[in-house]
């Protein structure tokens, strides 16, 4: 079962910042928060992942609050080629406890549509 | 760089039968995994191999094999194919090291007639 609680739905108006909220009270303190992104039709997009400072790369921002229950996508200037949706997933790298095999369990994720 | 490669994009086939989909991954990569999403799913995990050898299996019956060959490419096999077995079958590739992310390819739509 997917260990993250994301909201079904959400809107923005293109130029405009797109914060995606994920719940993840149950991670552990090995495991890291991944987003993807899936457009229709293709495969999942890797967009960025963090342990517990915030990120940012050249398409999104991640913000892990200090307790790491939840973190926040952020698209800075949503265009409509973001709309998507995107997968807030909990996982422990590689080899972790010598067993860990880097598996991705996806919910259903936050489906974002940006407008014009 | 290319990315991740799956062939065929698509493939029809009758029950019973037998299908065999391939996948390469990035260049330097040593872990190839496999997942499975039907219309309307998230992705579910079928398996995940890394220098050759399986290091994870998900909840798939046995009619489901894999393997992945010295360049690191690798083979998805489904024998006595379903009409449930009809979905987007997706190839990741990673490092497979630490917190490194997998990064997919863009599928092979499997219809089962």
């Known amino acids: 079962d997917a260990k993250t609680t994301q909201p079904p739905s959400m809107d923005c108006a293109e130029g405009r910042a797109a914060n995606l909220p994920c719940n993840h009270s149950?991670?552990?303190?090995?495991?890291?928060v991944y987003w993807y992104r899936q457009i229709h039709s293709q495969g999942p997009q890797y967009i960025i992942h963090?342990?517990?400072n915030n990120e940012t790369n050249e398409m999104a921002s991640l913000i892990i609050t200090e307790d790491r229950k939840s973190s926040t996508l952020i698209l800075p200037h949503a265009t409509l080629r973001d709309t998507a949706v995107y997968y807030c997933?909990?996982?422990?790298?590689f080899g972790a406890g010598g067993t860990s095999y880097g598996k991705l369990t996806f919910g259903q994720g936050t489906i974002l549509t940006v407008h014009p | 760089d290319a990315g991740v490669t799956q062939s065929p994009t698509h493939l029809i086939k009758t029950r019973g039968q037998h299908v065999t989909l391939r996948c390469s991954p990035i260049?330097?990569?040593?872990?190839v995994s496999w997942y499975q999403q039907v219309l309307g799913q998230g992705p579910q995990f079928i398996f995940q191999?890394?220098?050759?050898?399986?290091?994870g299996r998900g909840n798939f019956p046995d009619r489901f094999s894999a393997r992945q060959f010295p360049n690191y490419s690798s083979e998805l096999n489904v024998n006595a194919l379903l009409l449930g077995d009809s979905a987007l079958y997706l190839c990741?590739?990673?490092?497979?090291?630490?917190?490194?992310?997998?990064?997919f390819g863009n599928g092979t739509r499997l219809t089962v007639t």
């Open positions: 149950t991670i552990s303190g090995n495991e890291y």
């Open positions: 997933i909990v996982r422990v790298g």
């Open positions: 191999y890394y220098e050759k050898e399986e290091r």
């Open positions: 260049s330097g990569h040593k872990s």
């Open positions: 963090g342990l517990k």
């Open positions: 990741a590739s990673s490092i497979g090291t630490g917190s490194s992310p997998l990064h």
